[in-house]
């Protein structure tokens, strides 16, 4: 059995998604696949490999429990996650005597871009039960990387009332040559984030209702200037609810363009919008220690 999930990035709304703002998610081609075969000895050896290299290894009894874990913390997760998986699907795994899994993610695993959102969805896959009730039930969140996992075109996410409803769009504006995604360097731990957040920040309805209008305009615009504008305005509302300075404002106010974060705020991938060559665009960010730059279309799905 093989299956697949994309990796994301969240182009708006980030924190108030989970508090019902529509954002815009933009799936990735970089993703995680599980692969499960049959094997001639009693129990599942997992393998997480990341970019061809053996990052993680544990054996697991039927039960889940594990052992000759290589990190204590993964195999915690993936013990947590996989009982869970049976709690949905109380048949899952029962009758096999051993297995081989292989998990192969094709990014940095630092890099933010989904890790833990591309495996739960590949378990779900496995285990025949719902990802998003998977997600929910280990991992705190909006789940629109769930949903991104599962499409290969952007989308719009919202949770009305709790439950997410999302739907695939067209997203690659005519000034997608001006639109670049850049690796910060500092690998932000998203559940850490979120307890921040909600500990730290003050928003209202009226926010989450323009964050949501901003989210529809960009994904519309048809003008660079108008999406530079959005932009900037997304920026200067997030700073305010979560206190913070804009990530240009901090590290690159002198560049010539515009700068947003995306996802949580201090770490993984930036998004640069601005008409310098792409070469000028390189070097800058160099100066700057940051050597992980994508165009736009070098992060989609050919």
Not at 23 to 29: E, H, R, S
């Amino acid at each position: 059995m093989n299956f697949y999930s994309n990796g994301k990035l969240l182009i708006s709304a980030e924190y108030l998604v989970m508090h019902g703002a529509l954002a815009l998610a933009l799936p990735v081609k970089f993703g995680q696949s599980l692969m499960v075969k049959p094997a001639n000895r009693k129990g599942i050896y997992w393998q997480t490999f990341v970019k061809d290299k053996l990052w993680f290894s544990v054996d697991f009894n039927h039960d889940f429990s594990y052992k000759n874990a290589s990190n204590q913390s993964v195999a915690e997760f993936l013990s947590f996650l996989l009982k869970a998986a049976r709690q949905f699907n109380p048949l899952f795994l029962k009758e096999i005597e051993g297995l081989n899994v292989n998990a192969r993610i094709d990014f940095d695993i630092n890099w933010g871009l989904g890790s833990s959102s591309s495996l739960i969805n590949n378990v779900a896959q496995w285990a025949q039960i719902d990802s998003f009730d998977l997600f929910f039930k280990v991992a705190n969140g909006s789940a629109y990387d769930i949903a991104c996992a599962q499409s290969d075109k952007a989308i719009i996410y919202q949770l009305r009332n709790g439950k997410p409803e999302f739907n695939t769009v067209n997203f690659y504006p005519d000034f997608h040559q001006n639109i670049y995604f850049a690796y910060l360097g500092k690998k932000q731990k998203s559940e850490a984030s979120i307890k921040i957040f909600k500990k730290q920040s003050v928003y209202t309805q009226s926010d989450i209702d323009l964050i949501s209008k901003i989210s529809m305009k960009m994904l519309h615009a048809s003008k660079f200037n108008d999406f530079v504008n959005l932009v900037n305005e997304h920026e200067q509302i997030i700073a305010k609810i979560i206190k913070q300075k804009t990530v240009k404002e901090l590290y690159f106010h002198d560049f010539p363009g515009s700068i947003k974060s995306l996802g949580a705020w201090g770490g993984d991938f930036i998004m640069i919008l601005s008409k310098l060559e792409f070469d000028d665009i390189k070097r800058y960010f160099l100066r700057k220690k940051i050597n992980t730059i994508f165009k736009f279309a070098e992060m989609l799905h050919d």
